[in-house]
């Protein structure tokens, strides 16, 4: 299908887009050298304009050493010269403007990387000196400073704070200072009270705004706000306590300042660019503020990517969330992957399977204990996503989930690369089994991805590949084409209305011009409802069958 060229200028393109999410380095290599590149991106541009998508979303394609997959940033308003130059870019937003797709960069204020030019600054000065105060330096507790100035923990496991070996001052060449990074330890946090950072991220905003990009993905942006009195507070988990503002590291009303700041700068454009939040926050009435349109706009809700395959939940996160999006004047956000969690056809099909913590314990055995059905975790995945692609509201792909990739839970150890699996002491294996490079071609070397692939991909890979699914009846990639090409015909409105069925399994909601979207989340096959017509039926998500729906399947009925 051929859409015009990104020329109108709506502003609310946004609120009901399809958005997938490209992880560069693991999306196509032109180069040679293993890690995916922006021409990558560029090349494939006719298989995303076909995909039937409205907007991409590049995760960080800035310089880095990779502590964190990109997020721990150098330098950001450049590319990394192995993924391209600025010209590469905008080369890639042109040939995606060109195909009717919009482009939205991730930008990542919590925390730079600590070869960024000002912490290298900062390293370099004495304590007290203003290149430290960019980022949070402390003097340690203790005799001789020597323990850190809080008992803080960092994602990834251990500590959030590092001792300095001082450059300067009285104490050159001894351990002095200590600086706060809630990730790893190469990635130091900003002080978002000093007016120098927030300046600096207007600018970057800006940089990439004047390029000509349509949005931006807000990094952990619920933690830019924190609460450095001294003493400082005890805190030892990494989530949120309180609901009330007052945590010392997440979620602290002050941050809702520093993104008024950025809804001006995003507002100097016509139309004003888009941004959505990613922010754990489980409070919604709390989370619904960073989605204000005074504030970013959207907010990534993760909800449904928690949830169990379950018709009760999935309908009141549904409901719940939409009402929510109502209220913030923002329009909603679904999610069943991004390059964070295990890939949701893997989750599926795991029973028992549910916190965090055994989804870790999961990924440890390999993908074995307890068993995969991965074909059931498929059939649940697809019908989860025939059940969210039908919403009104933004829907955010993660690639690959268009061919119903697995998660590749077998990497070998000495192929990691997720901080996680070091920071851990080798106790949580991390993320990488979601990032594993794109299988392109079935016949191809390295499946037609580039050069050997940084991580290195399953022999399964074969059958999943984009050329054996192309064209083929039933597969996954043409199930989300066809999803994506009706989807435009859904969105008239932005609402639905639910339409009760007498099975507790199954839910049945229907848009306001007529469209139904009938989930049948339980094993077994569900009678259809009365009034529901096979003929209607344009699209299912597994085998339609006369006068029932099959278990763990969904249907769109046209009106
Ligand atoms: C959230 C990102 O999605 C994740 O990949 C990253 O590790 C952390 N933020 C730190 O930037």
Redesign the pocket.
Same mark, same amino acid.
């Given at each position: 299908m051929t859409r015009p060229a990104v020329s109108d200028p709506n502003p609310t393109w946004w609120r009901q887009a399809a958005v997938y999410q490209i992880y560069p380095r693991s999306f196509a290599d032109t180069t040679g050298d293993g890690l995916g590149d922006l021409p990558g991106v560029t090349a494939h541009m006719n298989y995303l304009s076909a995909l039937g998508i409205d907007a991409i979303w590049l995760?960080p394609f800035y310089p880095s050493a990779l502590a /964190?997959?990109g997020? /721990?940033v150098d330098d950001y308003r450049d590319v990394d010269p192995r993924l391209g130059t600025l010209a590469d870019f905008d080369a890639l937003v042109a040939a995606a403007h060109d195909a009717g797709i919009r482009v939205i960069v991730d930008i990542?204020p &919590? +925390?730079s990387s600590d070869r960024h030019a000002w912490f290298q600054a900062a390293l370099a000065a004495a304590p007290g000196s203003p290149e430290r105060a960019r980022y949070h330096f402390l003097d340690g507790l203790g005799a001789d400073g020597e323990l850190p100035p809080s008992d803080w923990i960092s +994602? #990834?496991g251990g500590g959030a704070w590092t001792r300095v070996i001082e450059q300067r001052g009285p104490n050159a060449g001894r351990p002095g200072q200590w600086y706060l990074h809630l #990730?790893a330890k190469e990635?130091p946090d900003f002080n978002w009270d000093n007016p120098e950072v927030r300046e600096d991220f207007h600018t970057t905003l800006r940089f990439w705004a004047d390029r000509g990009v349509d949005g931006f993905r807000v /990094?952990?942006a619920h933690a830019l706000a924190k609460d450095m009195a001294l003493p400082l507070r005890s805190k030892t988990i990494l989530d949120i306590e309180v609901d009330d503002g007052t945590d010392p590291l997440f979620d602290r009303d002050a941050v809702h300042d520093i993104f008024a700041g950025w809804r001006r700068v995003l507002n100097e454009y016509d139309p004003p660019k888009a941004a959505v939040a990613?922010a754990w926050v489980p409070f919604t009435n709390r989370r619904l503020k960073y989605a204000r349109p005074t504030e970013l706009g959207q907010a990534f809700n993760f909800d449904l990517l928690q949830a169990p395959f379950d018709a009760v939940e999935f309908r009141a996160i549904a409901e719940k969330c939409l009402v929510e999006a109502d209220a913030s004047g923002a329009s909603s956000t679904w999610v069943f992957s &991004? +390059?964070?969690v295990v890939r949701h056809p893997s989750r599926y099909a795991v029973d028992g399977v549910s916190t965090r913590e055994e989804m870790e314990a999961w990924l440890m055995s390999g993908g074995t204990v307890p068993p995969a059905d991965l074909e059931r975790g498929l059939r649940r995945a697809r019908a989860a996503t025939l059940f969210m692609l039908g919403l009104p509201g933004s829907a955010y792909l993660f690639q690959g989930e268009e061919l119903g990739l697995f998660e590749v839970a077998d990497l070998p150890e000495d192929a990691l690369a997720d901080?996680t699996w070091f920071r851990s002491n080798h106790r949580v294996k991390g993320?990488d089994g979601c990032r594993v490079p794109l299988p392109w071609d079935a016949t191809a070397a390295n499946f037609g991805f580039g050069g050997p692939p940084w991580l290195p991909q399953p022999d399964w890979f074969a059958h999943k590949a984009a050329s054996v699914q192309d064209g083929a009846a039933g597969s996954t990639l043409e199930m989300y084409r066809a999803a994506l090409s009706w989807r435009r015909k859904l969105q008239a409105e932005e609402s639905l209305a639910w339409v009760s069925e007498p099975a507790a399994t199954v839910s049945r909601y229907r848009r306001p011009n007529g469209w139904e979207v009938i989930t049948n989340f339980g094993k077994a096959p569900a009678a259809l409802p009365s009034d529901v017509v096979l003929a209607k039926v344009v699209l299912s998500s597994g085998e339609p069958a006369a006068s029932l729906i099959p278990g763990e399947t969904t249907y769109w009925l046209a009106p």
């Open positions: 995760s /964190d997959g997020y /721990d990542v &919590n +925390h +994602h #990834f #990730f990635q /990094d952990v990613e &991004n +390059h964070d901080p993320r």
